[in-house]
């Protein structure tokens, strides 16, 4: 009976996660009170994952991302990209490239990604290029930011959390 009731949660989460019926944060915890108050999971077990200083971490990058994103930094930053690169679109690229390494180094990196994917967008539309000449090296470069730092991706984070306890 337990295995059939965490496959229907199962199922309806991926629904969700498809469709986004309802928010998935507020999805997954749904899920994971089911858990609870059915016994398959203990409030203890249930609640051990955010006692990891990964998660904490993770979360508050997550935070400080929100709050950049949220007060317009990014549309400041591509003002600025602009305005130092001029009209050539090969320092613009760098600069771009540039800046979105620095960032992601001291944010976490798919966060980085998001915040200057509206930026790639909008050079590119100015130039008139196809706008994946733009997003590819933005991921590119968020990536290689990212792994400067222990906080610029989430993998760098599970794994020092991961050596402190092996």
Avoid: W
């Avoid at 009170?33 to 990058?61: D, E, R, Y």
């Avoid at 950049?68 to 990014?74: K, R």
């Avoid at 800046?99 to 967008?121: C, D, H, K, L, Q």
Wanted: charged residues 10%.
């Amino acid at each position: 009976m337990a295995i059939a009731f965490v496959l229907l949660l199962f199922v309806l989460a991926l629904f969700n996660f498809a469709l986004e019926v309802m928010a998935i944060e507020v999805f997954s915890l749904l899920v994971m009170a089911a858990l609870v108050i059915s016994g398959i999971l203990t409030p203890q077990q249930a609640f051990q994952g955010f006692a990891n200083s990964a998660v904490v971490m993770i979360a508050g990058v997550m935070l400080l991302t929100g709050g950049l994103l949220h007060n317009g930094a990014a549309d400041v930053i591509a003002r600025k990209i602009q305005r130092y690169a001029g009209p050539s679109e090969r320092r613009l690229h760098l600069l771009l490239l540039g800046v979105v390494n620095g960032v992601s180094a001291v944010i976490n990196n798919v966060a980085a990604t998001a915040m200057f994917v509206p930026v790639a967008e909008g050079i590119a539309h100015r130039f008139r290029v196809n706008r994946s000449r733009y997003l590819l090296a933005v991921a590119f470069a968020s990536m290689t930011g990212g792994m400067c730092t222990l906080f610029g991706t989430s993998t760098n984070v599970a794994m020092a959390g991961a050596m402190e306890q092996y």
